[in-house]
């Protein structure tokens, strides 16, 4: 009997091998599913993947996007967006629940996607970046532009175009995709790259950004809406204009940037002036100034005249002076005379007094004085010059007796120890001592070695 029970029972199942079984059913029967419904519990893990709910108004399941595929979604998952996803069912063992591994995510609708802009409307707004204090003015006269566009197509055409005709200057294209998952990313690299280019460098840094699109749905300009570009917008270092779509279209970088333009021509239009109306406002100015001037000079005239009026006339005002200069100049030649006479009669009298006669005897008296002195002087002086050539003469002999070397010509050695000094006895010198010996002819080295070599007589 047990032999025929066991042959009656199924097969049992591990638990794990009922659940990948299952798991097996399900992807074969659902490897790919397109799904609608609204987001819920949306959560990003710190490893890049994003787990959510997606549901309706009477059953959830379960999502997964892995990181991968992440960066690709058209849309950013959040909580109450209506969207349509990708992807394959599949279950989660370790929980028995099913869930759905989603490859692609986009809004359902345009009300969806509006719905989302509106909600990063607010909570930038909140933040205070479409504050109109934080925009910066644009640059009169920009010498630099750059243009961040795609480099084909009417829009780059337009702009170029149209900054030629009113002011040429330098323009820097940096070129991007403006449709599409890669276009938000690329757009604020080029925005960023902009900004970090140095003043002086190799690549010359704009002085005014434009950043343009054509027109387009709302699904083709939606990567404008995209949070990061808008920050990297509004932390820009240059003004920056926004040009995208056409009049009508409004994007999230319209808000934060420093100037919207309605098209990219107008954008062009906004960042730049007419180089002939500069021209006729300079020249404009000019004739003002020089209408200004003529003014302020005849005002200033008028001024002056009428302050001449209440003044008297440089005739009456001189009619004294000259008066007086005349009455002084006509007494001026009879003065002049006048002196000239009294010092002529003082030179008279002075010249009365003088007489040759007084003057030879004068000079007479004062030569025999001189002959005199001179007969008495002469005998004195030839005594006194005789007594002193005597003095010279017996100073002379005198400085030759004591001439330090004169003896060495009469055969007188000079004795020098070591230290250069003069030996004049014999307990200076030490036996074994090195000497210099001065003769009248030169010098001559010796040592002392205590001992007379020979007996000394006196000299014959």
Not at 230 to 242: G, Y
Not at 344 to 357: E, F, I, Q, S
Request: glycine content about 8%; proline content about 6%.
């Amino acid at each position: 009997m047990t032999e025929i029970e066991t042959e009656g029972n199924a097969q049992p199942y591990s638990v794990s091998e009922l659940a990948f079984a299952l798991k097996r059913t399900i992807e074969d029967a659902y490897g790919f599913v397109r799904l609608r419904g609204e987001l819920s519990k949306v959560t990003f893990h710190g490893n890049g993947h994003i787990y959510l709910d997606l549901k309706d108004e009477r059953a959830s399941i379960a999502g997964v996007v892995w990181r991968g595929q992440a960066k690709s979604l058209a849309v950013r998952p959040e909580t109450g967006l209506e969207v349509i996803v990708t992807g394959k069912v599949t279950t989660y063992p370790g929980r028995s629940q099913y869930q759905i591994i989603i490859e692609t995510m986009e809004p359902a609708g345009v009300g969806a996607l509006l719905a989302q802009l509106e909600r990063l409307k607010a909570k930038l707004a909140a933040e205070g970046l479409f504050a109109p204090e934080q925009k910066r003015a644009l640059p009169a006269t920009p010498a630099i532009i750059g243009v961040i566009t795609s480099p084909t197509g009417a829009v780059i055409r337009d702009i170029l175009h149209r900054i030629a005709d009113r002011w040429p200057c330098r323009v820097i294209v940096w070129p991007v995709v403006v449709q599409g998952d890669q276009a938000a990313a690329q757009v604020r690299a080029a925005i960023e790259g902009f900004s970090a280019l140095a003043p002086g460098g190799a690549i010359p840094r704009p002085d005014l950004i434009i950043v343009a699109r054509g027109g387009g749905s709302v699904e083709d300009l939606w990567p404008f809406n995209d949070e990061a570009l808008a920050r990297a917008a509004a932390a820009s270092s240059i003004p920056l204009i926004s040009a995208v779509g056409h009049e009508t279209d409004t994007t999230l970088i319209d808000f934060v940037s420093d100037r919207r333009a309605p098209t990219p021509t107008a954008a062009a239009e906004l960042a730049t002036p007419v180089l002939a109306d500069l021209a006729a406002t300079l020249m404009g100015h000019g004739r003002r100034l020089a209408r200004g001037g003529s003014q302020a000079i005849e005002i200033r005239r008028t001024r002056l005249s009428a302050a001449a009026r209440g003044l008297p006339r440089p005739t009456d005002l001189m009619a004294i002076a000259s008066q007086s200069l005349d009455l002084a100049a006509s007494r001026l030649a009879a003065a002049l005379q006048r002196n000239v006479d009294r010092h002529r009669h003082d030179l008279v009298v002075a010249a009365a007094a003088l007489r040759p006669r007084l003057l030879a005897a004068a000079v007479e008296v004062k030569s025999r004085q001189i002959s005199q002195t001179g007969g008495r002087l002469g005998p004195s002086i030839t005594r006194r010059l005789s007594s002193l050539n005597d003095r010279l003469t017996g100073t002379g002999k005198l400085l030759v007796s004591l001439e330090p070397k004169a003896p060495l010509k009469r055969g007188f050695v000079l004795i020098r120890g070591a230290d250069g000094r003069l030996a004049s006895r014999a307990a200076q010198l030490e036996s074994g001592a090195a000497i210099d010996l001065e003769f009248a002819d030169g010098h001559l080295g010796a040592r002392v070695d205590g001992e007379v070599p020979f007996a000394l007589s006196p000299p014959p």
